[in-house]
């Protein structure tokens, strides 16, 4: 037994290894085409190209085998070596088919790696028992484990390559790494080999070798067999190649006639194809809704189009044979009734460059038409409505040139539209806006920035014969291309002007009048004390507030009120002609405003104005007499500003009051401290009807027959928490001008028609209590009802009570008798208090319900000093007794009046020879000893 040497041909070794390259790189081109193949041709290219990836990696073991020389003769047995074939062409099989899988995943690598590797290495090693020889093979156990697990290993390294490698580019970047994978594969394949036959060992059965047996040539036929091999894997890449040519072309083809079913089946037109002589061909899903058909001729569409329509399809229709694109419009009633607006594109068909067919793209447009329809109506009404429009409505380009002008426009400027069509806007604006206007056009068409665009302002317009008038403007602006258009919308303004200045009137001045109101004379203050700072100069604010003319507006009525204001308000205009400003404040308060004249001067305008308000003044027949108290206060002396002005004015004003009332007084500062206590005064006298700080005295009336108690009057107190007992003349003639005497006034009513029910329950005598009534009381309309309200509540029976007007109050008759009339039917008992110092006429006392006259203490006061004062209060009585009325006499503080009233047979006497105002305590006192002197 002899171990054999082996020996290798380079050359075959080498032709080994370009096979194992070669094959592999067809394996690696082979991935790409299983994968890209679909169905029967996947499957074609899966056993193609195991077979021819499997010949070419058995081919190239063989190759090796045939590559070593033994110093024997060697045969083959050909059955192993076509199972040893069979082994590569299944492992090449299980390749291809793990790497055209869409994941590898570590499973199915694993198999397929093992797989593969087995066959590898049983074709390996069925090759290596297909040797006929007198010799044995013996395997090195490490060696032959080593081989196969490197087949299993090179496997793995191949599935990997491919399977990356089976999507790459033909270009020549992808060629390039997949002949080089193919180096790195084919090294792996080889060394897997080389692995295996390094693992081998041949033993000869004979001593002796005779190298001259071996008279096979195994070189030539390992070239053969290599040239066979290159052929057929070349035949393969070929093959691949002119597949992958035809798929490509073939893919270009199927993917352009699948865009254009897709172009035609979704077109959202409607498409039509039509043989030359109108034939049909084919229509896709839209044709078939616009047409109600599934097969339509070029004939039969033109049935369903209107009669109109059909020579300019026809002409549209042989235009398009002659080889170019056509358009145009038609109406068609399709088979399910709808008509439709349609836009028909006829486009010809050419095959071999000769003209085949006409394709007909049909849109349905019924919608575009309706709403050009409706653009169209809504353009002529819009049209319409710009020449109905009584506003002018111009449009003008970027250089204000006019375009279009309406009837509005027409009327306002008197220009018809041929005279002023292509003409500058400039036409119609004043000389002095005309560049003001210019520039802003220029500035908007250079900038597009609007200033006024979009807004309404008021401009000054021109008329044909040249007069200007207000207008209100709304400019808007389009732009068509690059070029801007602008539509004036232009309203005469001229009736809401005079409006305004109507409204800025009455705004400014009083109603009634027609003098500046207090508004328009804060406004001129401010003005005229900024001119006289300015100026250095001095100003004069006069504060006006007329005597008497309450009772006047009350008694009167309004009316007489309002016509005594105008009478007043033009006497002071008279007084101040050019020298200032009169102004109504409200009510009977007017202001003077005095500029640029001397204190003199204004002093004496107010002496005129005094002098002249206290002169009679004439109303349907009534001679009614006012006076004036007037406060001036000065700038800069009296205050630096209008409101400290106006202040201080007010203050002298009711200075003036308080001095006797018509004249004037300048302001001085000691006058503040007198207002700020009528202020002060104001706010106590609230606090003290809500803390209940007012109480009523009572003075007893007694009879001149017998000397009884008779009745008594009721008189307010206010007692204060600091200053004690206030009477009332301290405090009576501000409520009254503040008001609070309303409230006063129903206070003391309730609560001595309370205080003398009291009394009568108490057992005292009863008698009537006497209420003053101020004017104010006197002329609210819920007098009567508030009285008959105070009796209902305190349950004092009207007889019980007796009320005091003054003559004053009286002046309006015929209001005053109904309100006396209507207190007569409850009972109540009317007196006229304080006779003898009023306005009124003597005639009235026949006119009035009256009950009793009360004569004032004046005239009591000084009758024994006084003949005249005896001789009025002897002709009272006198004149009382023939009207059948009483009379009581107040004040009577000696025993000289009391004889005198005796004997001229007064009825009763009130007054501090009797006794002064009593408390509620006081009086109960006094009712007790005047019980017991009668008994």
């Keep these: 037994m002899e171990k054999l040497t082996q020996t290798y041909s380079v050359a075959l070794v080498i032709v080994s290894y370009l096979i194992a390259v070669i094959a592999s790189y067809t394996a690696l081109d082979l991935g790409r085409h299983v994968n890209d193949a679909r169905g029967k041709s996947r499957l074609f290219w899966l056993i193609g190209g195991a077979c021819s990836m499997g010949l070419g990696i058995w081919s190239m073991h063989f190759i090796a085998m045939l590559a070593m020389h033994l110093p024997i003769e060697v045969h083959y047995d050909v059955m192993k070596v076509f199972i040893s074939i069979i082994y590569a062409i299944v492992a090449s099989g299980i390749a291809l088919y793990v790497v055209t899988g869409k994941r590898l995943t570590i499973g199915r690598l694993t198999i397929g790696s093992l797989f593969m590797g087995a066959g590898i290495a049983s074709m390996h090693y069925t090759g290596m028992a297909a040797m006929d020889m007198p010799a044995t093979i013996h395997y090195n156990k490490f060696w032959f484990v080593i081989s196969i697990l490197m087949a299993i290993l090179v496997s793995t390294v191949a599935l990997l390559i491919t399977f990356k490698l089976r999507t790459a580019r033909s270009n020549l970047m992808g060629t390039l790494i997949k002949l080089l994978s193919g180096c790195v594969m084919g090294a792996a394949v080889a060394g897997m080999h080389y692995t295996g036959m390094y693992a081998t060992t041949f033993v000869s059965h004979h001593d002796h070798i005779d190298h001259s047996s071996m008279s096979m040539n195994f070189t030539l036929m390992g070239y053969v067999i290599g040239i066979v091999t290159l052929i057929i894997l070349s035949a393969t890449l070929v093959t691949a190649y002119l597949d992958q040519v035809l798929t ?106 000769e003209i085949a067919g006409v394709f007909m793209i049909v849109r349905d447009i019924t919608k575009r038409k309706q709403t050009e329809r409706e653009l169209q109506e809504s353009e002529e009404k819009l049209r319409s409505v710009i020449q109905s429009a009584t506003d002018a409505i111009i449009i003008s380009d970027d250089r204000s040139m006019i375009i279009s002008w309406n009837k509005g426009a027409e009327t306002m400027f008197g220009y018809q539209e041929h005279e002023v069509l292509g003409k500058p806007l400039s036409t119609v604006i004043p000389e002095r806006f005309r560049s003001e206007h210019e520039d802003g056009v220029e500035r908007f068409t250079r900038t597009e920035i609007p200033k ?387 306005y ?7 006119n009035f319900p009256l009950d009793k006259l009360k004569i004032d203490q004046s005239f009591i006061r000084d009758m024994p000093t006084n003949l005249n004062n005896k001789a009025i209060v002897s002709t009272i009585i006198s004149m009382a007794r023939h009207l059948n009325l009483q009379v009581i006499a107040e004040g009577v503080e000696t025993e000289e009046q009391l004889h005198f009233l005796r004997d001229e047979i007064c009825d009763e006497v009130q007054g501090y020879l009797f006794s002064k105002p009593l408390s509620v305590e006081e009086m109960e006192q006094y009712f007790i000893r005047s019980m017991v002197e009668v008994r």
């Excluded at 001229?494 to 109507?502: D, F, N, P, V």
């Excluded at 009169?582 to 104005?609: K, M, N, P, Y």
């Excluded at 009124?840 to 026949?846: A, E, F, G, P, R």
């Design 452 to 838: 006024v665009i979009g807004a309404t302002v008021e401009l000054v317009g021109l008329r044909k014969d040249g007069t200007e008038f207000p207008l209100e403007l709304s400019l808007a602006s389009w732009k068509t291309g690059d070029q801007i258009f602008f539509t004036n919308i232009i309203r005469d303004i001229t009736e809401r002007k005079l409006a305004e200045q109507k409204i800025n009137h009455m705004v400014y001045h009083d109603s009634l009048t027609g003098l500046p109101n207090r508004r328009y004379f804060e406004e001129k203050l401010q003005k005229a004390v900024a001119t006289a700072m300015e100026e250095k100069r001095e100003a004069y604010v006069m504060f006006l507030d007329l005597d008497g003319f309450k009772l006047v507006n009350d008694s009167l009525g309004h009316d007489f009120g309002d016509l005594l204001l105008k009478e007043v308000a033009g006497r002071i205009l008279q007084c101040v002609e050019g020298n200032g400003v009169v102004s109504r404040l409200g009510g009977d308060e007017f202001t003077i405003i005095l500029e640029d004249i001397t204190e003199q001067e204004a002093l004496h305008i107010a002496d005129q104005i005094i002098h002249l308000i206290e002169m009679p003044i004439l109303i349907d027949g009534h001679e009614l007499y006012v006076t004036t108290s007037i406060g001036i206060s000065r700038y800069p002396d009296d205050g630096a500003d209008s409101r400290t002005l106006m202040k201080r004015a007010d203050t002298a004003m009711y200075s003036a009051k308080e001095q006797g009332k018509n004249n004037y007084r300048i302001y001085a500062p000691a006058m503040q401290l007198v207002t700020d206590q009528k202020i002060f005064l104001q706010n106590e006298l609230n606090r003290a009807l809500e803390n209940k700080e007012l109480i009523l005295y009572y003075q007893p009336q007694i009879s001149m027959k017998d000397g009884t108690i008779a009745g008594m009057e009721a008189l307010i107190r206010w007692n204060h928490p600091t200053k004690g007992i206030i009477p009332p003349d301290q405090f009576i003639a501000h409520a009254e001008e503040t008001g609070l005497i309303v409230p006063i006034g129903e206070w003391v009513l309730r609560t001595a028609c309370r205080q003398n029910k009291e009394w009568q329950d108490q057992g005292f005598p009863p008698m009537r209590v006497a209420v003053n009534l101020s004017a104010r009381q006197f002329l609210k309309k819920n007098l009567v009802q508030f009285v008959e309200n105070v009796l209902e509540e305190t349950g004092l029976a009207p007889d019980y009570l007796e009320l005091e007007i003054t003559e004053g109050t009286m002046l309006d008759v015929q209001r005053s008798t109904d309100a006396l009339e209507k207190l007569k039917k409850l009972g109540v008992h009317i007196a006229i208090d304080d006779f003898g110092t009023g």
């Design 248 to 353: 490509a072309k073939t893919r270009k083809v199927m993917e352009s006639d699948e865009r254009y079913r897709s172009l035609f089946e979704h077109n959202l037109d409607g498409v039509m194809s039509f043989t030359k002589d109108g034939g049909f061909v084919n229509m896709n899903p839209r044709a078939n809704v616009i047409t109600g058909e599934q097969k339509i001729s070029f004939a039969a569409f033109l049935s369903l189009c209107r009669p109109e329509d059909l020579a300019g399809l026809e002409r549209c229709y042989e235009r398009t044979l002659q080889g170019e694109a056509q358009k145009c419009q038609a109406v068609m009633t399709n088979r399910h009734g709808d008509t439709l607006d349609l836009s028909i594109t006829p486009v010809p068909v050419f095959l071999n460059e």
């Design 840 to 846: 009124s006429s003597l005639s009235y006392l026949t």
